[in-house]
C-alpha cells in the first residue's frame, strides 16, 4: 500500500529520516543516497611493490633518521633565568620591561652533551642457525596400551616402600630412660584417707548393736544393688519414688 502524503513533496522530505515513511513489508530508509549497482568500493592501489614472491623474496626496511640528525635540527629551548637575571643587571623592574627585553634579547640554553652508550654489538649468528626448541620424541603406543608407565611406577614405589623398612630396622632404637625422683614421686602418689565420721567420745569405743547381713559379702552385694536401684530413684539418697519417663 503507497501511503498518501498531504501537500507538496519535495527532494530534500525523502533525504530527512524523521520525514520518511516506511513501506509495508520493507525496512524503513536512512535517507541516504547509494550509487548504482556498477560502483565498485574501496580504493584504487597504484603501487606495484612485486606481488606475494617479491614480498617472499626481498625483504626491505624503512630508514629510521638517526638520533644525531634530530637533535641537531632541533632548536634548544630558550634561557628564561639568564635573561631575567641580565634584565635585573641591567636596570630593568618592571614585568613590562622584563617582557620588552625578552623580545629584543634572544639567548638559548646550551645543547646537552651528547652521551654514547656503550652496548655490545650483538653476536653475529650463523647464517644456517635453525631457532627453536627441538620436538621431544613421540611415545611409543604399545607401551601406552600395555600399562608400561603404571608398572614402572608401581615398582619404584615398592623400591621405597622397602628402603623405608630397611631405614625403620636399622635405626638405632633408644635405651631406657632411668627413673628420677619426679617420676618415683609421680608413681608412688599416697593414697588420700578419708576422715572419720565424727562421733561423741563416749559412743567411740561402742560398736554397733545390731548388725543384720550374715557376713560382709551378703553386706556388699546388697549396698551394690541399692546403687544400682538408685539410679532410676528421686532424691539425693536415691531411696524416692521411681522416676517416670
Keep these: 500500500m ?15 529520516p524523521l520525514l520518511i515513511r516506511p513501506v509495508l513489508g520493507k525496512t524503513k530508509s536512512n535517507g541516504l543516497a547509494f ?5 565498485v568500493y574501496g580504493t584504487v592501489t597504484t603501487t606495484q611493490d612485486g606481488g606475494v614472491s617479491e614480498a617472499l623474496s626481498n625483504w626491505r626496511a624503512h630508514s ?5 640528525c634530530s637533535s641537531q635540527s632541533r632548536r634548544p629551548e630558550k634561557d ?6 641580565e634584565g635585573v643587571k641591567s636596570g630593568l623592574v618592571t614585568a613590562k620591561e622584563h617582557y ?13 652533551a651528547r652521551v654514547r652508550s656503550h652496548v655490545p654489538a650483538p653476536p653475529r649468528i650463523p647464517p644456517d642457525t635453525t631457532f627453536g626448541i627441538s620436538t621431544r620424541p613421540s611415545t611409543p603406543i604399545h607401551e601406552l596400551l600395555e600399562h608400561k608407565y603404571a608398572q614402572l611406577w608401581l615398582q619404584e614405589q615398592k623400591v621405597k616402600e622397602k628402603a623405608r623398612e ?5 635405626k638405632p632404637k633408644l635405651g631406657r630412660i632411668p ?8 608413681k608412688s602418689r599416697p593414697v588420700p584417707e578419708s576422715a572419720p565420721l565424727w562421733k561423741l567420745p563416749r559412743f567411740q569405743q561402742i560398736g554397733p548393736a545390731l548388725d543384720t547381713f550374715r557376713d560382709p559379702h551378703a553386706r556388699k552385694k546388697a549396698f551394690s544393688a541399692h546403687l544400682s536401684d538408685s539410679v532410676a530413684r528421686r532424691g539425693q539418697l536415691g531411696q524416692g519414688t521411681y522416676t517416670m519417663g
Excluded at 503507497?2 to 525523502?14: A, T, W
Excluded at 550509487?35 to 560502483?39: E, I, L, M, T
Aim: charged share 25%; aromatic share 6%.
Design 35 to 39: 550509487p548504482g549497482p556498477d560502483f
Design 80 to 85: 628564561f633565568v639568564a635573561m631575567n637575571r
Design 166 to 170: 630397611e631405614d625403620k630396622l636399622n
Design 64 to 68: 629510521v633518521p638517526t638520533s644525531g
Design 179 to 186: 627413673e628420677t625422683r619426679t617420676t618415683l614421686l609421680r
Design 2 to 16: 503507497q501511503v498518501s502524503h498531504v501537500g507538496v513533496v519535495r527532494e530534500s522530505m525523502l533525504a530527512n
Design 100 to 112: 620588552q627585553y625578552r623580545a629584543t634579547q634572544d639567548r638559548r640554553r646550551a645543547a646537552p
